[in-house]
T-cell receptor, first 116, second 116 residues
């Protein structure tokens, strides 16, 4: 079984500052992928970044980077230079590569508010 | 490029009425398809997934059913809605196989269902 834990229901950050959103996971799969999605108030789920469990380097996508610590089973999302448009709910998810049909498990999310 | 459509965008239905939500994907073949439900302020709960036409797997016992009559069409149904069926329903797709498991789930715009 897989489990994703996001311990921060809400976070605040000042515009232009960096923020870290926490995510810890648990799985018995030896190979897996970790994902972060952004959900603005409109409801759409926007894919942000992917980290494979065997990737040697932490993933980066523009202002998004993933601080992957495999031994600690954590995959924190770092957003640099926050913008007002970053205000949204953020979900961490994972999928075991041996999981049937590629089913993903999602955390409960963190609501990020960027202050001007 | 691939796109995913869902309709209707919003729906208000009385308790006991039937339901049919439709999801279609364009620009890809033989995708894995998923139905998720999201309660207000919560994460995503996987309801059904499908790896091919006519192949449906249910994740949780419930009042809903799913069907996949065509390769790129996924339908969520109910014969009699309950109050607890209210929520935000998201359809998602991913390619069936991709090297290293780097494939991502992509989500539709969602349907907001209110059962009164």
């Amino acid at each position: 079984a897989q489990k994703i834990t996001q311990t921060q229901p809400g976070m605040f950050v000042q515009e232009k500052e960096a923020v870290t959103l926490d995510c810890t996971y648990d799985t018995s799969d030896p190979s897996y992928g970790l994902f972060w999605y952004k959900q603005p108030s409109s409801g759409e789920m926007i894919f942000l970044i992917y980290q494979g469990s065997y990737d040697q380097q932490n993933a980066t996508e523009g202002r998004y980077s993933l601080n992957f610590q495999k031994a600690r089973k954590s995959a924190n999302l770092v957003i640099s230079a926050s913008q007002l448009g970053d205000s949204a709910m953020y979900f961490c998810a994972m999928r075991g590569h041996n999981t049937n049909a590629g089913k993903s498990t999602f955390g409960d999310g963190t609501t990020l508010t960027v202050k001007p | 490029s691939q796109t995913i459509h869902q309709w209707p965008a919003t729906l208000v239905q009385p308790v006991g009425s039937p339901l049919s939500l439709e999801c279609t994907v364009e620009g890809t073949s033989n995708p894995n398809l998923y139905w998720y439900r999201q309660a207000a302020g919560r994460g995503l709960q996987l309801l059904f997934y499908s790896v091919g036409i006519g192949q449906i797997s249910s994740e949780v016992p419930q009042n809903l059913s799913a069907s996949r009559p065509q390769d790129r069409q996924f339908i969520l149904s109910s014969k009699k809605l309950l109050l607890s069926d209210s929520g935000f329903y998201l359809c998602a797709w991913r390619t069936a196989e991709e090297a290293g498991g780097r494939d991502t789930q992509y989500f539709g715009p969602g349907t907001r269902l209110t059962v009164l």
